[in-house]
């Protein structure tokens, strides 16, 4: 088992390698297929070692492999070792699954590029470090794939530098990015610090051996973590980079988005849950942060025209959903959410990419419309996706958010104004994504005559992986079915929770959560926890809670339906009775121009300024200083610096001199 | 009172001195390279003076017979150095000076100090054996890659003096 | 006197036997390079690599054998470790070369010949525990490499080059002749080791004299390393050799002086020998960031860089022990992966004739060749010391090694140069990559390469990169090697070997 856990992450690399040396001189047919065939090479190891984990006695599934010492120097040692527990499982399935279809998709979205090979060269650098990131067994390894996901995010979102806009976007997502990192490097430095070690093991071993006195520490550690993770998942206030993501080409939007990239801030947080659990604090502030940034980006979502733009504001919102699943203390829902959201999202991107392949690369809905007729396959798949993140039963996105919204309210740190913000933020994902699809699928088409001349359906590649994905998306609900139901439809036990009690090794039980964090705050203060562990088997709440639910999505897309394809004037009507609400939204709440006035231009002026006083007086102080003391010290010793052999000569008999002259004192 | 042996040694040391000081000081190149002959002539004697006399006639046949009279044509063959007055080291007196006074400075300090020994009695039958043997049996090894390192030289000096044909 | 006998060899030939059959791989490649001109341009490189990983093959039988020291030479594991090392170095330089003699009309058997015997007198260097040997090394190093810095016949730049180095080197060549007669004359030994004890040297009151000698041993050492203030033939040997040559010398001749440097070092007085070393290692580090901030040639700023790398070096001569040793052996193998990624891109982007040396006419180069681009930034990235290439971990560990000797002060200033180093590493690629070409604007850069010539710049890259990831596994090795100079110098205390009856009259007369 562990002899071929090493070849997860060396196979993308090995693809990296190939197509930057050889990809130029290779058919591009070769260049695309090995790179595709690597990171399926990859997932199917990763689906070995998870069968390989299914058999093991839940308490014992972990896998470590050190494949070698890294840094060994004074009191500081660190490896590269690898570590396969149900988390990393789970990740690395996804991140190969989803990722191998979205290259697939990538050879036809990418046939026409001139620079294919490198195109899957980047994406399987990426895929490599994501894998790094998820499969390190320290925080020093982690933080490398974390900086690798960083660097591939501006190559790619860059790719097509010669646009200015996709150069600059790249510039900002590797930016803001690198604020994250900042937090993420201080909270490895204190880990260090404090606990002597860098590995994930003795780190959490030493926080569960001593809840009560470390968590004034753990809290700070695990806000700097977060700061991390705001970053890279694209939470407030660190989420502006991704809107601007999809600049890149849209197989890296979808594998960005859905599969790689912003789920490591969620990963992070589930990998460090004993540590979070001992931080009641940062928990409290992770919720907060994912119930406001997933409510505020759907709000931004409804007024959207971008087609791009409206999935990537509900990617935010998503990502908020599973946050403040972890902030609630149940961080099996925020990564069974990461997983379906994995399929739906790519699905969504991906049909998103194969509209714009029809429509000429244009992302405006406002000139779409009627596209069912031409784009069946694409159509079609895009409805899944779009009831699947509604939440409409039997699709994935029911199961996951139905347990977000219901843990919000029921987790050891649960509330109902979080179980507000879920619902809510769930009428709307049910609304923006009707508008969505309907304004682009139905109704009267409204594209320019030639752009209707063009339509085509994607080429088999493409539409193959969207019913792909379109499958995973629909079925994988069925990994999780919550208690309640299964009791009612008197499913077997096994079937029952199946994803969550797999998980639950790797981020814990709701007694185990409980446990620490009263710990954490010294005996049983929190009587909430136990109020929550009492609503834990409500299932009559839970089923009502679910219809609430479930009734405001449905209505949210007949509303929708209503309004753009019956009433097709009905929004903008509405647009026309509330133009400042309609004009915030549009603006996405001026926040961009906000960050301009108060961070970048006073930043800009102030850099331009040190940049003045700098270049001014220290660089040209140092080049003219230079110059000058150059020129003195060449005037002084020119006798030594002009090239003459005899000059040499007596400064190394000086030399020597005073060598004889120090060693005789 | 210094003994005869002593009296020889100061009379090359000083010859020497005078000799190495003459190289340096003479204008005309030609005469630099006879004061330097004169200067190793002494420098064997000294050799000579303190029983080494296998390194003394080495000094001689090499460093007279050849490298000497190597330098003498190079120099005659090299038409503008004859006649020319010879480069002006005017220029160099300034950082020559205390590098010359830092070295005789040091020397004098520690040496001065340093209680030397008086030569030992010549042995019977004089250095050359001795050395012969050592070169063939202790330092063989190190005999033998002297001579790679002249033939080294000897490549190095073949290749940048040959003429390119073509 | 003892009788002649016919014993003539006493010692085991396996000791010499690296040394032996790098020499004679060179005289084969000269030979045929003579008598077969016409196969010359592939024949002698490959006769030149042949013989460099016979030669290897060698080595690591001789190191596995656990000789005996013998005829002045020691073959612990640090010669295994060290020889490699210079091996490695040549067997990049011949890969590196072969483009670069082709380009300039200089395919000759004499050029592979030469940096043969070079690279045979650098492992002797290493390998000699005796300053006789040493010396004998010292030489046969040197002289190649005089010869090699001409190679360029045509261009007045490289005669330059050769006439400065050979006077300035034959100038530091007599310093050690003349330290050793000083250090014998106090001594009566010149074995390394046994010279340096001290307690017998205080008994006859010898000690200023072998101080003496020692000090003008250290300044031969120090010119071949380029130490301050030894170092100022450097740039313009640099600069006017033949580029490969250059990245020959600045690897091969540099690694040469630390290897003997870290046989010596042990022998020095107590005290005033980490003074002095201190003060080195700082001067250097100090004037040759310095310096190399204000230059515009690349071979010029690469020599300056060389500079400050010998002060870093230095650090971990004068720590010491096993893990300073052993830190210098890392960082020779990181320093000499990157310097010759960075001589291949140079060589690569000079063109014919050496007409692009400038910084300047490196603009946007990164552009029409992505190749280039990206690993002259890895090497300058590990040149700086970043994280994660090999020249960060060679810094880590060198500057460790300082720590726990004892010389905070000296790391915190080594740390402070490093940074000023940053500036100029990352100039070159700023160049490179931000600029945009200007047209008409001197020499341009070339970025066309044969097949040979890429692959090793990517290997090289690849290497810079495997050696921080896979740091570890390396520093065990060079661990090894730190060790066996440790066993080396301690059985050769225990040995004490009697000099022989038969020495010279002459050279040891007068102290004893």
Redesign the interface.
């Known amino acids: 088992m562990r002899a071929y856990l090493w070849l997860i992450p060396l196979l993308p690399l090995l693809g990296v390698l190939i197509n930057a040396w050889f990809g130029h001189r290779l058919p591009r047919r070769v260049s695309g297929a090995v790179a595709c065939l690597v990171v399926f090479g990859s997932f199917v190891l990763g689906v070995a070692a998870l069968i390989r984990l299914i058999g093991m006695p839940p308490g014992q599934r972990i896998i470590y492999h050190k494949l070698f010492p890294w840094i060994s120097t004074g009191g500081f040692e660190s490896a590269v070792a690898l570590m396969y527990d149900p988390l990393s499982a789970v990740m690395v399935c996804v991140v190969t699954g989803v990722g191998f279809l979205i290259h697939v998709y990538s050879l036809g979205y990418m046939a026409h590029d001139p620079r294919y090979p490198r195109f899957f060269a980047y994406m399987n650098l990426f895929t490599f470090a994501m894998l790094m990131l998820v499969l390190a067994d320290n925080f020093l390894l982690m933080f490398v794939g974390w900086e690798g996901v960083g660097l591939c995010s501006y190559l790619l979102i860059g790719f097509w530098f010669e646009r200015k806009s996709a150069s600059d976007a790249g510039m900002k997502a590797f930016i803001v990015n690198r604020v994250g990192d900042f937090g993420f490097l201080l909270g490895m430095m204190f880990i260090f610090a404090v606990f002597g070690s860098l590995r994930f093991h003795d780190v959490f071993k030493q926080v569960a051996a001593d809840p009560a006195t470390l968590t004034l520490t753990v809290t700070g550690i695990c806000l700097l973590l977060f700061v991390g993770a705001t970053g890279k998942s694209a939470q407030i206030p660190l989420y502006v980079w991704l809107p601007d993501a999809m600049e890149g080409p849209t197989p890296v939007s979808a594998l960005i988005h859905a599969a790689t990239m912003v789920t490591a801030g969620v990963y992070m947080v589930a990998r460090c849950w004993i540590m979070f659990l001992n931080a009641p604090l940062a928990l409290t502030v992770v919720a907060c942060i994912g119930a406001l940034t997933a409510l505020f980006a759907a709000t931004i979502a409804l007024v959207q025209n971008d087609i791009k733009r409206v999935l990537a504001y509900s990617t935010i919102s998503q990502l908020g959903y599973m946050f403040m699943a972890c902030g609630a203390g149940v961080f099996a829902a925020g990564v069974f959410h990461l997983m379906t959201h994995a399929f739906f999202k790519a699905l969504l991107f991906l049909g998103a990419g194969s509209v714009m392949h029809a429509m000429s690369d244009d992302t405006d809905i406002r000139r779409m419309g009627g596209l069912m007729k031409w784009l069946p396959v694409t159509g079609v798949t895009f409805w899944v996706g779009t009831l699947a993140i509604s939440g409409i039963p039997p699709f994935s996105g029911f199961f996951s958010k139905d347990e977000i919204i219901w843990s919000s309210l029921a987790g050891p740190m649960g509330s109902w104004v979080f179980w507000v913000f879920g619902v809510v933020t769930a009428a709307l994902t049910a609304f923006y994504m009707a508008r969505l699809t309907f304004k682009v699928f139905h109704g009267q088409p409204r594209m320019s005559g030639e752009q209707k001349h063009h339509l085509h359906e994607s080429p088999p590649s493409m539409a193959w992986v969207l019913i792909l994905l379109a499958v995973g998306a629909s079925l994988a609900g069925f990994l999780n079915i919550p208690p309640a139901i299964a009791h009612l439809l008197h499913l077997p036990e096994r079937w029952t929770a199946a994803f969550t009690n797999f998980l639950e090794p790797s981020v814990g039980t709701h007694e185990q959560a409980v446990y620490l964090l009263e710990a954490s705050v010294g005996g049983s203060q929190i009587g909430f926890a136990k109020l929550a562990h009492g609503l834990q088997h409500n299932a009559a709440l839970e089923f009502g809670l679910m219809g609430i639910t479930l009734a405001l999505a449905a209505g949210a897309i007949l509303t929708g339906r209503w309004m753009y394809v019956s009433r097709p004037g009905t929004g903008t009507a509405l647009a026309r009775k509330l133009p400042f609400l309609f004009r915030t939204l549009q603006n996405k709440y001026y926040l961009d121009e906000f960050y301009k006035a108060v961070i970048v231009r006073p930043g800009m002026a102030l850099g331009n300024a040190l940049w003045r006083g700098f270049d001014v007086l220290v660089i040209e102080g140092i080049v003219n200083g230079i110059a000058i003391a150059t020129a003195i010290i060449s005037r002084l010793f020119r006798v030594f610096q002009t090239g003459y052999v005899r000059n040499y000569a007596a400064g190394i008999l000086a030399g020597a001199i005073l060598i004889i002259w120090v060693l005789m004192r | 009172m210094p003994s005869v042996l002593q009296l020889v040694f100061l009379f090359f040391a000083a010859v020497t001195v005078v000799g190495a000081l003459a190289v340096v000081l003479v204008r005309n190149l030609f005469h630099a390279a006879l004061w330097l002959a004169v200067t190793f002539l002494s420098v064997a004697s000294l ?1 000579i003076v ?6 003394g006639l080495s000094q001689v046949i090499v460093y007279v017979g050849a490298i000497s009279v190597l330098m003498l044509f190079a120099i005659m063959l090299t038409e503008d150095v004859v006649g020319a007055r010879g480069l002006s ?1 005017r ?2 007196w ?3 000076l ?2 010359a006074a ?2 005789c400075v ?1 020397l004098v300090r ?1 040496f001065a ?5 008086p ?2 009695p ?2 019977p039958g004089g ?1 050359a ?3 012969g ?2 070169f ?7 005999f033998e ?2 001579s ?2 002249l033939l ?2 000897l ?3 073949i ?2 003096a040959k003429e ?1 044909r073509s | 006197m003892t009788a002649p006998s016919l014993q003539i060899i006493t010692w085991n030939l396996w000791v010499s036997a690296p040394v032996c059959a790098l020499a004679a791989s060179a005289m084969v490649t000269l030979i045929a390079g003579a008598f077969w001109p016409a196969f010359a341009r592939w024949l002698t490189p490959c006769l030149a690599l042949g013989g460099i990983a016979l030669t290897a093959a060698f080595t690591i039988l001789a190191g596995m054998l656990g000789l005996p020291p013998a005829g002045m030479q020691v073959m612990d594991s640090f010669t295994v470790v060290f020889d490699l090392i210079i091996l490695i170095a040549a067997f990049i330089t011949v890969l590196v070369s072969n483009h670069y003699v082709t380009r300039e009309n200089l395919e000759r058997g004499e050029y592979y010949a030469l940096m043969m015997l070079s690279a045979s007198g650098a492992m002797l260097m290493a390998a000699s525990d005796n300053y006789v040997m040493m010396f004998l090394g010292l030489e046969l190093l040197s002289i190649p490499l005089y010869v090699l810095a001409g190679f360029s016949r045509g261009r007045s730049e490289s005669q330059e080059s050769a006439l400065k180095y050979l006077l300035l080197g034959a100038f530091a060549s007599a310093f050690f002749v003349f330290g050793a007669a000083l250090v014998f004359s106090a001594t009566g030994s010149t074995n390394i080791v046994v010279a340096g004890d001290a307690t017998e040297r205080a008994l006859v009151g010898t000690t200023p004299i072998y101080v003496i000698g020692l000090a003008m041993i250290l300044t031969a050492l120090a010119f071949k390393v380029a130490l301050v203030p030894f170092h100022m033939w450097t740039p313009d040997v640099y600069q006017g050799a033949p580029t490969s040559v250059t990245a020959f010398m600045a690897v091969v001749a540099k690694a040469a002086g630390f290897g003997a440097l870290a046989r010596v070092a042990a022998a020095g007085p107590e005290g005033s020998w980490t003074v002095l070393l201190w003060g080195l290692s700082a001067a250097t580090m100090i004037w040759g960031n310095l310096l190399a901030i204000s230059q515009n040639n690349i071979k010029r700023l690469l020599a300056y860089s060389s500079i400050a790398h010998a002060g870093y070096l230095l650090m971990g001569i004068l720590a010491g022990g096993r893990a300073g040793i052993s830190a210098v052996l890392f960082y020779l193998l990181a320093y000499a992966a990157m310097t010759f990624g960075a001589f291949a891109a140079v060589i690569i982007l000079a063109g014919r004739g050496d007409g692009a040396e400038d910084i300047e006419d490196y603009r946007g180069i990164a552009r029409r060749s992505p190749l280039l681009g990206w690993t002259m930034a890895i090497f300058m990235f590990s040149l700086a010391g970043l994280p994660p290439f090999a020249g960060f971990f060679g810094k880590l560990y060198l500057f460790s090694a300082a720590v726990e000797a004892g010389y905070p002060g000296l790391t915190v200033l080594a740390v402070l140069t490093s940074v000023m180093g940053v500036f100029y590493y990352l100039r070159v690629t700023v160049v490179m990559w931000m600029q945009e070409p200007e047209a008409e604007s001197g020499p341009a850069a070339q970025t066309s390469a044969p097949l040979l010539s890429r692959l090793v710049l990517s290997a090289l890259a690849v290497a810079v990169l495997a050696l921080g990831i896979f740091s570890s596994p390396v520093l065990r090795w060079t661990n090894s090697g730190s060790a066996g100079l440790e066993r080396s110098a301690e059985a050769a205390i225990q040995m004490t070997l009697p000099e022989p009856t038969n020495a010279p009259a002459a050279l040891s007369g007068g102290s004893r």
């Open positions: 050799f303190l029983n080494a006399d296998f390194v080291l220029s160099a300034p950082a020559a205390p590098v830092g070295v040091v520690w100090r340093y209680a030397w020994l030569p030992q010549p042995k250095t054996g001795t050395i043997l050592a063939i049996q202790k330092y063989l090894f190190a890659l002297a790679v390192i080294a030289a490549i190095g000096a290749y940048l390119e």
